[in-house]
T-cell receptor, first 114, second 117 residues
């Protein structure tokens, strides 16, 4: 099946710094890209959706200036957590969708902000 | 809004035991329903799906039937193996108001399955 990679797999940073997470589809081109976050023992929550050539659409309650999403190409999307704070510590998961309905997920990135 | 509720884990079973993971949903529309599986260190993978009432999705010995009357999509397998140990997520797909951004997935919290040999 299709493969999506994420980098880094985990990151620890100081409060106030920015962190960039990359999501790549390795063997297909993604027309739509999604970013989710997951807190312990809770559901994956959709943060934003982006189509190629368009700005990301953020879900209610997600700060677009804090979570910068770039649909860089058909195979790469990035999420930048700006001025990270301890409450941003979470598990961030991306997914890419090519043709058809199926989303292909990355393995996730665990962020810990000290 | 739409939501998905699935049974809490972890679920611990012996090899060859019967598996049921319950999933119920709330939706205003007529969603598609999915089960995703996440093996250790890997991304979520689609396990099976159903797009309309009474549809049965099946894959790798797992089955789930879309029950509109009970708003459920329970996952079952007749005989689990150690290799089935993973986290299982029930999800629904809502097209939303903007068709261009369709296929928004709403997930349940996930259920950890541990199978012992």
């Amino acid at each position: 099946g299709a493969v999506v990679s994420q980098h880094p797999s985990w990151v620890i940073c100081k409060s106030g710094t920015s962190v960039k997470i990359e999501c790549r589809s390795l063997d297909f081109q993604a027309t739509t890209m999604f970013w989710y976050r997951q807190f312990p023992k809770q559901s994956l929550m959709l943060m934003a959706t982006s189509n190629e050539g368009s700005k990301a659409t953020y879900e209610q309650g997600v700060e677009k200036d804090k979570f910068l999403i770039n649909h860089a190409s058909l195979t790469l999307s990035t999420l930048t957590v700006t001025s990270a704070h301890p409450e941003d510590s979470s598990f961030y998961i991306c997914s890419h969708r090519g043709t058809g309905e199926t989303q292909y997920f990355g393995p996730g990135t665990r962020l810990l902000v000290l | 809004g739409d939501s998905v509720t699935q049974m809490e884990g972890p679920v611990t079973l012996s090899e060859e035991a019967f598996l049921t993971i319950n999933c119920t949903y709330t939706a205003t529309g007529y969603p598609s329903l999915f089960w995703y599986v996440q093996y250790p260190g890997e991304g979520l993978q689609l396990l099976l799906k159903a797009t309309k009432a009474d549809d049965k999705g099946s894959n790798k010995g797992f089955e789930a039937t879309y029950r509109k009357e009970t708003t459920s999509f329970h996952l079952e397998k007749g005989s689990v193996q150690v290799s089935d140990s993973a986290v299982y997520f029930c999800a629904l797909s809502d097209l939303g108001l903007d068709m261009e951004y369709g296929n928004k997935l709403v997930f349940g919290a996930g259920t950890i399955l541990r199978v012992k040999s």
